[in-house]
């Protein structure tokens, strides 16, 4: 076996001279700072602060800018060359626009210089290759020469001038800057870890994926929001009744319509019909954002919600029917009305119903969908099969995504590990096996993947589908991890106690250390110097919460970028970044118009842990990857030597 591995090897380095420059090549890779991570989780859909988040990266270029040049430019004039970074076409055509155009010449070859000096600033830890790599190839040879230069050098100074000169003259420079702007945003970020919640609340979960997909290293631990897209995707009706009627309680038709094509006029012809005589008043939408392409009316939007909302409780009473095992059977409220007193009852308790208006449920057989339900499903259900921009983003969430990462010393997972109130890892059983731990995340991340790719006529396929439902709002989901998903309550009961849901053990448990570092070992980090890395719920700072847990072993990085919690958090959310210096937490503040926008720049960073000396690649999982592969090449040159392996020199 081992043989063989090296004869493979030996292609890539056929002389004993190639092997060992590659054992240097790697060996100063070790030696580099390691690159900088960030942390986010709960985007629910707010493109326009994640995106912004993401090209200043949460206002590293800002302070980078500041650092460089707080001597020699004004804030204003920092500002503007942050905004060129993170916007560099629209504040081009805005330059062009309004600039006195005799002095262009001397604000781009400026500009060209202060961007070299931050790409120089932010490109230092990294080698010289994978810079080059990140350039567009066009420009490769020269911003390699720009960022080599020494600038005191009175030889090269006129070859320099003459490079830049020659840049403007050619095309205005314009396609130059937007590269390097680009670079220096490509550089500040060198990975980027999403810790779920993608989807739902916010208007463009469809735009984030957009640039998810584009970006050059990214990793999805999937959220529970995430799971029922996915699940939708994979053909849960339940599920897909489940994101558009979410999506339709927060006014945001444009991600169904315009991001997905989901066509939604099967469904507002079937409402405006069915519930004509209803105003719905219980079902009308949050407005948070206005749609720019599909503006729907309050009133019908609130009709096509309650369709939504009655359908999916048939739906998901339908899986409980199928599946006692989830032992959810008192969640199928619709079979616990009592249609004739207009009450229902959960938990063993009678309540009055707000709202006791049911054309489409027949009392005898409350779980049954009407003709007309039926025929809308089909065609919404045809909607999501074909959605090509969908499959592409799920694919994607499937090939970037699972339960859980262990990076660089950190477990990132969104929800909790569910716990039982003794402390104990809880566990699920099926087909007699029982899982807990980490073993249980890593028996759930096969069935997700089933729930995908069986194809439909296999005998599996429908238990792996109801399950992704059982992700989305079960009490044992590690991604839920709440007792139960109280929709029904909060739509048809006034009395707020029974809209409680019950947290499950781990979040209580987890705030102690001891527990954090059971965790941690289950899954096979050291407890001493690894941390948890979660979302979920939303931290509220403004009561005095911290997103720093159990001694600084747990960060809980729901911040509220989701406008739809701000009010709960008091803040736009958290970036936590991990350099090769600290981890430390960049708290955002609300913003609300284009003035207060600016100070996005200018977050909140709390150091929340110092290194103890700066860690190199050598201190990562990519640096460990790299000395197993120094090993190889090490015995390749053995080899060679030996004449087990001959070398080849042309
Ligand atoms: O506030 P909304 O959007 O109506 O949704 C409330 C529901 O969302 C949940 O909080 C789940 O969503 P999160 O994963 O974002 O917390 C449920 O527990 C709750 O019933
Ligand atoms: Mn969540």
Not at 179 to 195: E, F, M, T
Not at 553 to 561: N, Q, T
Request: aromatic fraction near 10%; proline fraction near 4%; glycine fraction near 6%.
């Amino acid at each position: 076996m081992e043989q063989k591995y090296l004869q493979l090897l030996a292609k890539e380095y056929p002389t004993i001279q190639a092997a060992c420059s590659e054992i240097v090549n790697l060996n100063a890779i070790r030696q580099l700072p390691k690159g900088t991570e960030y942390f986010f989780s709960d985007l629910h859909g707010e493109y326009e602060a994640f995106l912004h988040l993401l090209k200043s990266a949460s206002g590293v270029i800002r302070a980078k800018i500041k650092q460089i040049f707080d001597n020699t430019l004004s804030e204003a004039e920092q500002n503007q060359l942050a905004n060129l970074i993170y916007e560099p076409e629209s504040v081009l055509n805005c330059v062009e626009l309004f600039g006195h155009h005799d002095s262009m010449e001397d604000w781009k070859r400026l500009t060209i210089y202060r961007l070299v000096l931050v790409c120089k600033e932010v490109s230092s830890k990294y080698t010289r290759s994978k810079v080059r790599k990140k350039m567009p190839p066009a420009f490769a040879y020269i911003i390699d020469e720009l960022l080599h230069v020494n600038y005191d050098d009175g030889n090269k100074k006129v070859y320099y001038n003459e490079i830049i000169r020659s840049i403007i003259e050619i095309d205005g420079g314009d396609k130059f800057i937007i590269a390097l702007c680009k670079l220096i945003q490509n550089l500040v970020v060198d990975n980027l870890h999403i810790i779920g919640d993608i989807f739902d609340r916010g208007p463009r979960a469809d735009i984030i994926m957009n640039a998810l997909v584009s970006f050059h290293d990214v990793d999805v631990q999937w959220g529970n929001h995430d799971i029922s897209w996915m699940g939708a995707a994979s053909g849960n009706r339940a599920l897909m009744a489940n994101v558009v009627r979410m999506a339709i309680s927060y006014n945001n038709f444009d991600v169904l319509e315009d991001g997905y094509g989901i066509n939604l006029r099967p469904l507002s012809a079937f409402a405006a019909e069915v519930y004509r005589e209803d105003s719905c008043e219980r079902f009308l939408p949050h407005i948070l954002d206005e749609n720019e392409f599909d503006t729907v009316d309050g009133d019908l939007a609130a009709k096509m919600h309650k369709a939504m909302a009655v359908i999916q409780f048939k739906l998901e009473g339908q899986i409980l029917e199928r599946h006692p095992e989830y032992r959810m059977a008192d969640r199928s409220l619709l079979k616990e009305v009592d249609f004739g007193a207009g009450t229902v009852k959960v938990d063993g308790q009678i309540y009055p119903m707000l709202d006791t208006s049911f054309p489409t449920v027949d009392p005898a057989g409350p779980l049954k969908l009407s003709r007309g339900e039926e025929d809308l499903m089909n065609a919404i259900s045809a909607s999501f099969d074909h959605s090509e921009v969908l499959h592409r983003h799920i694919k994607f969430l499937y090939s970037h995504g699972g339960m859980y990462k262990c990076a660089n010393s950190n477990l990132l997972y969104h929800g909790c590990i569910p716990m039982t109130a003794d402390g104990n890892f809880d566990t699920i059983e099926f087909d007699g096996q029982k899982y807990s731990g980490k073993g249980l995340l890593d028996f759930l991340n096969g069935q997700v993947r089933a729930a995908y790719f069986l194809p439909k006529e296999s005998p599996w396929w429908q238990d792996a589908s109801d399950f992704m439902w059982y992700l989305w709002c079960g009490p044992k989901s590690p991604l839920f991890g709440k007792s139960k998903l109280s929709a029904f309550e909060h739509y048809f009961i006034e009395d707020e106690a029974v809209h409680k849901e019950i947290l499950n053990p781990y979040y209580k448990l987890s705030q102690s250390e001891e527990a954090c570092c059971r965790i941690l070992e289950e899954f096979g980090l050291d407890p001493e110097h690894s941390h948890i890395i979660n979302g979920h719920m939303p931290v509220k700072i403004k009561d005095g919460e911290s997103p720093v847990k159990a001694n600084g072993r747990l960060f809980i990085i729901d911040g509220g970028i989701s406008k739809a919690y701000q009010s709960k958090t008091g803040i736009a959310g958290y970036t936590l970044i991990f350099n090769s210096h600290h981890l430390a937490l960049a708290e955002h503040k609300n913003y609300m118009n284009q003035e207060q926008a600016l100070r996005r720049d200018t977050p909140e960073v709390k150091i929340v842990e110092r290194m103890r000396s700066r860690l190199r690649v050598a201190d990562t999982d990519i640096g460990a990857a790299l000395a197993a592969q120094i090993e190889d090449l090490k015995a390749l040159v053995a080899a060679y030597k030996e004449g087990e392996i001959k070398e080849k020199i042309e």
